[in-house]
C-alpha cells in the first residue's frame, strides 16, 4: 500500500527531490541502527524482535496522519518508520535462513517471496480506492492494521523458531567474517548486483505513481496488479530452474529483462504502455530476487548465515538510501522519463556484468561454492 506514500509528498507540495529524499532517510536511519540488530535478536528472540518492530511501524505509520506539512515532523516520523521496518526484515531473514531445506533454496525462497508479491498486486488498488473515497487519514489506519496484525501474527510462531538459535559468527565471533563475506570473489559480483537491484527498484516503488499522475492517469494500481501478477505466475511455474538450470544462469538476463520493464515506464500516458511495462518488469523480477537469493545462500557458510543476512540486507537498505535521492534529483531537472531510462540502463549493465562475472570465475576454475 505504501508506493503511494508519494502521493501525499505530492499533496504537500513536495515533488520528486523531495519524494527521493524521504525514502532516502527512513533507509539511512535502518542502515544505521542495522549493527545493533544482531545483539537485539540474540537477546530478545527473532519473533519477539519482529513483534516489537511491526507494533512500532504501526505506531509510526499513524503519526503521518496528523501531519500537513513537509518539514522536520514528517523526517522524524519516517525516521521511526524506517527503523522498524528494516528491524522486522533482518529479523524476518534470519528466522527464514536457518530453517531452508538444504537443495531446495530455490523453491524455499520462490515461496518465501510470494508473501511479498502477491499483496503487491492488490493491495496499490485497494489503497488507491481508500485515499480516492475516505482520504489519507483511514489509508494511514489501514496500513497500521496491518502492521498490528502482522504483529499478532508472530505470536502465534513457535518458540523453536522465534528463540535466537545462536550460530558460531553470533556466540563467539568466529567463523568467516564481514571483511570475508565482502571481499569473497564468488560473492562481490552478486553485492554488487544486490546494489543495482535494489536501486532500481528503487525508481519503481517511489517514482511511477507522481509519474503517472503527472500524465493525467487516475487509477495507476492496475500496473503493480500486473507486475506483480506477472512475478507471482513466474515464482509458481518456475520454482524448480533454480536447480535444474542454476540460479547463476537465470539472473542475468532475469536483470535484463527487468532493466527493459522499467525503461518502458518512460513511455508511461502512452496507450498500453504502462501495461507492457508491467509485465515485462514483472517477469524480470519474479526471477531476479530468488535467484540473488539463492546464490548468497550457496556461496555462504552455514556458520555465517546470521552475517549474511544483515550484509544482504543492509546492500538494500544502502542502495535505497542513495538511489531515491539521486533519481529524485534527475527526475526534477530532466524529468520522470529519462529518469526512468538511467535506472533499466543499470538493471541492463547490471545483467550484461553478471554474466560476464560468472565466465571469468569459470574460465579461473573457481567452483561458485560455499566459502571456507
Known amino acids: 500500500m505504501l508506493v503511494l506514500f508519494p502521493l501525499l509528498v505530492v499533496r504537500l507540495g513536495g515533488g520528486a527531490a523531495m519524494i527521493g529524499a524521504l525514502a532516502a532517510f527512513g533507509a539511512a536511519m535502518a542502515l544505521m541502527v542495522r549493527p545493533a540488530i544482531p545483539r537485539v535478536i540474540e537477546r530478545a528472540g527473532r519473533s519477539s524482535t519482529v513483534f516489537w518492530a511491526l507494533a512500532l511501524e504501526g505506531i509510526a505509520i499513524a503519526l503521518y496522519i496528523p501531519l500537513h506539512s513537509l518539514g522536520l515532523p514528517i523526517f522524524a516520523v519516517r525516521a521511526l518508520h524506517g527503523i522498524c521496518e528494516g528491524t522486522a526484515r533482518v529479523a524476518l531473514f534470519a528466522m527464514l535462513f536457518n530453517i531452508l531445506p538444504e537443495g531446495r533454496h530455490g523453491e524455499a525462497m520462490t515461496i518465501f517471496s510470494l508473501n511479498g508479491m502477491m499483496p503487491a498486486a492488490f493491495a496499490p488498488m485497494i489503497g488507491d480506492e481508500i485515499i480516492r473515497h475516505f482520504g489519507f487519514a483511514v489509508f494511514f489506519v489501514s496500513a497500521a492494521a496491518l502492521c498490528a496484525s502482522g504483529a499478532i501474527a508472530m505470536t502465534q510462531v513457535s518458540s523453536k523458531l522465534g528463540r535466537a538459535m545462536r550460530t558460531p559468527d553470533e556466540a563467539g565471533g568466529e567463523g568467516v567474517s564481514y571483511r570475508e563475506l565482502l571481499l569473497e570473489r564468488t560473492l562481490i559480483p552478486v553485492w554488487i548486483v544486490t546494489l543495482v537491484f535494489s536501486a532500481v527498484l528503487g525508481s519503481r516503488l517511489n517514482f511511477v505513481v507522481p509519474f503517472a499522475s503527472q500524465r493525467g492517469i487516475a487509477q495507476v494500481g492496475v500496473y503493480f496488479v500486473i507486475y506483480s501478477a506477472a512475478a507471482i505466475v513466474v515464482r509458481l ?92 534529483l534527475i527526475a526534477s531537472r530532466a524529468g520522470y522519463a529519462l529518469m526512468f531510462l538511467v535506472a533499466g540502463a543499470c538493471a541492463v549493465a547490471a545483467g550484461l556484468y553478471l554474466g560476464a562475472a560468472e565466465v571469468m570465475l569459470r574460465r579461473r576454475d573457481v567452483e561458485p561454492q560455499r566459502v571456507s
Open 237 to 328: 511455474a518456475c520454482a524448480g530452474l533454480f536447480e535444474t538450470i542454476g540460479a547463476e544462469r537465470i539472473l542475468a538476463p532475469s536483470l535484463v529483462t527487468l532493466g527493459l520493464g522499467i525503461a518502458l515506464l518512460a513511455a508511461t500516458g502512452r496507450p498500453g504502455m504502462l501495461d507492457l511495462a508491467g509485465v515485462i518488469g514483472g517477469l524480470g523480477h519474479g526471477f531476479t530476487y530468488p535467484a540473488l537469493t539463492v546464490l548468497v545462500l550457496r556461496r555462504t557458510p552455514a556458520s555465517a548465515m546470521g552475517r549474511t543476512s544483515t550484509l544482504f540486507t543492509s546492500l538494500f537498505d544502502l542502495a535505497s538510501m542513495v538511489a531515491p535521492y539521486l533519481l529524485g
